[in-house]
């Protein structure tokens, strides 16, 4: 099993599809900031309420140098709902495979109701603009943290 990332660390570096087919890499954003964050599932409460916090600091995220790109397993379809339903101005990709959410070790063991599966962790991870991890949020609760994502971004 790969170490776990650390701030200070080099972000894994990718190239995933978005919700118009398109493939987006990390390395497309050098010289920017990167929020980079890993939700479970397009369209349920709580990543529905994250979203659309990231999608109220759009434009303070923009201010910053920075551009937010959502991960999950879903596919381009729901991706496109989603952002369709909740005006979300944002790149939403796919990482059906894992191998991001594997990377960045956020694809874990979960329960639920007594059942074990794996599923992705919400996690977000701020990379700077030279591609280092500068803020790691692991097992996110969804209020307060895109001021938190935020607080980052300034400092």
């Known amino acids: ?61 923009s201010k910053l140098n920075a551009v937010v ?27 059906e495979e894992t191998e991001v959410c594997q990377a960045y070790g956020v694809f874990k063991e979960k329960s639920m109701y007594g059942k074990t599966y794996c599923g992705i962790e919400r996690s977000t991870f701020v990379i700077d603009p030279e591609g280092k991890v500068k803020g790691i949020f692991r097992k996110v609760k969804v209020d307060g943290h895109v001021d938190a994502v935020l607080s980052v971004l300034k400092a």
Do not use: N, W
């Open 69 to 95: 790109l959502g991960v999950s397993r879903e596919g381009a379809a729901s991706h496109q709902k989603f952002i369709a339903k909740y005006s979300l101005p944002f790149t939403l990709l796919s990482d």
């Open 1 to 61: 099993m790969a170490k776990e990332l650390a701030v200070g660390d080099k972000a894994p570096d990718f190239t995933l599809p978005s919700q118009s087919g398109d493939t987006v890499s990390l390395k497309q954003f050098r010289g920017r900031f990167v929020v980079l964050y890993f939700y479970p599932k397009d369209d349920t409460p709580g990543c529905t309420k994250e979203a659309c916090e990231f999608r109220d600091a759009d434009r303070t995220v």
